[in-house]
């Protein structure tokens, strides 16, 4: 018999059994990660991500688990529903608390449901999306949400009752290149002439920038970083949840998979860049400059971000959500999707109907951006087809 439990805090699970359930080395669900942001101050009751983790137990033993909250908002999730709160809101009903199985303030597309590489993998699935489910209705909440799913999760909400939704993220990928030179050549004219020109600013700036894996930053280092991630969400005026000693847990705890992009006129730390990777896959985080330069935004963010994924032989580079500009940076769209359970079919039907209306203003956006390739030939990402809502 399997056991359903949950857990409210992460470090209730011992690290080794939730990341033996993990098919890649993703650091997003690694349970270093999901930990720093418990034990460093970056999620619980104040900031509306109360920890609600589900397990699945055969005994003593963990065979799949999913990273779970109770929202009481929608701050730093990335897949925006303020406009279901709203109409709930409306009807003199409460939206929140919601369940949600995500990371935290992390738009990155990748494991949620984790259950091992096992032959009952998708079975597991199931069972976990059943429990969220059933943990839903007993908590007589709104609605239950998974955001960002890999292709295999994506797979097992096929001929279910959750909402499928999508949208747009940019994405590069390396197309057999070895060199930056390789990839700006396969760039037209005009593209590769404006990144050659924002390089050459910085350059003449006497701006030089370097990367660095957190195993070799100082604290000087971590606390410019850190400064430079709250000089930005201030400037945009969004919280900034991740706190400084979550930085440096990120860079003890998983040292080779953090690294910094450190931007420096003569000896001074003027700008810089977190970043994470996994094995095939480059994931830009937070930035922020203490000067403004031209064109180091671009350095920093993509450049060296594309220079470093060709020297180490990453497949991609997802530099984080939004931004038209990425695309004449040779950053193309790529599908990202979440899958939604509403509780009440009045709302269910609404929310449906408003989801294929988006997803058609998606795909025509899509046809939009592809006249805007920045590559000389036809290079596209695999996407998925546009999912049907089901009926409620």
Known sequence: MIEVRFH??????????????????????????????????????????????????????????????????????????????????????????????????????????????????????????????????????????????????????????????????????????????????ALNHKKRKNIRQERRHVAEAGVHCEIRHGDALDDAEWHALHEFYLTTFDDKGNYPALTLDFFRHLGASMPRRVLAVLCRRDSQLIAGALLLRSATTLYGRYWGYREHVEGLHFEACYYQGIEYCLREGLASFEPGAQGEHKIARGFLPTRTRSFHWVADPRFCAAIADALKSEARMLDDYRDELATHSPYAHAITHATCPTPSPPNC
């Open 8 to 185: 409210h805090a992460i470090d209730e699970i011992p690290a080794a059994a939730w990341n033996a359930l993990l098919p890649d080395d993703n650091p997003f669900v690694d349970h270093a990660f999901l930990d720093g942001l418990e034990r460093h101050g970056c999620v619980g009751a104040r900031q509306g991500w109360r920890p609600h983790h589900l397990g699945l137990y055969d005994g003593d033993c963990l065979i799949a688990a999913a990273p779970l909250y109770l929202k009481d908002n929608s701050h730093g999730e990335f897949v925006f529903d303020w406009s279901w709160a709203s109409a709930y809101a409306q009807h003199g009903l409460d939206y929140y608390p919601k369940l949600l199985c995500a990371v935290p303030y992390s738009p990155v597309t990748g494991p949620r449901l984790l259950v091992g590489q096992g032959a009952n993998a998708n079975q597991l699935r199931l069972a976990l999306i059943a429990a969220v489910h059933a943990e839903a209705e007993r908590l007589g909440l709104s609605s239950a949400h998974l955001n960002f799913a890999s292709d295999e999760d994506a797979a097992t909400f096929a001929d279910n009752d959750w909402l499928p939704r999508f949208d747009w993220q940019f994405h590069w990928r390396n197309d057999g290149w070895r060199e930056f030179d390789d990839f700006l050549a």
